[in-house]
């Protein structure tokens, strides 16, 4: 099995930044995607970012130029990086994997959430 376990979610005031943890662990063959997801009251869950192995990332429009995702793939973790933080980025925040653990057994891990919570 493959656990996912984020971490740096907080209160933080417009324009700050905070920084996204998530550590995958257990019996991991490989990783392909790992993300970052997040949903707020009311909302359905999006997509905010996500990074390939390979290091190729994709970003929601609205954190363009705001959020960056990195990760270490030999440590299996990827962070994320808010700054100019705004108080539409109010969500409970999630971590992705997308991991295998052999060849061909291959599934979505989600981790428990965090919250972010930005104040005007």
């Known amino acids: 099995q493959v656990q996912v376990v984020e971490s740096g979610g907080g209160l933080v005031q417009a324009g700050g930044s905070l920084r996204l943890s998530c550590a995958a662990s257990g019996s991991i063959f490989s990783i392909n995607v790992m993300g970052w997801y997040r949903q707020a009251p009311g909302k359905e869950r999006e997509l905010v970012a996500r990074?390939?192995?390979?290091?190729?990332?994709d970003y929601e429009d609205s954190v363009k130029g705001r959020f960056t995702i990195s990760r270490d793939n030999a440590k299996n973790m990827v962070y994320l990086q808010m700054n100019s933080l705004k108080p539409e980025d109010t969500a409970v925040y999630y971590c992705n994997a997308d991991a295998c653990i052999s060849r061909y057994k291959c599934r979505n891990y989600w981790g428990q959430g965090t919250q972010v919570t930005v104040s005007p």
């Open positions: 990074i390939f192995s390979g290091g190729s990332r």
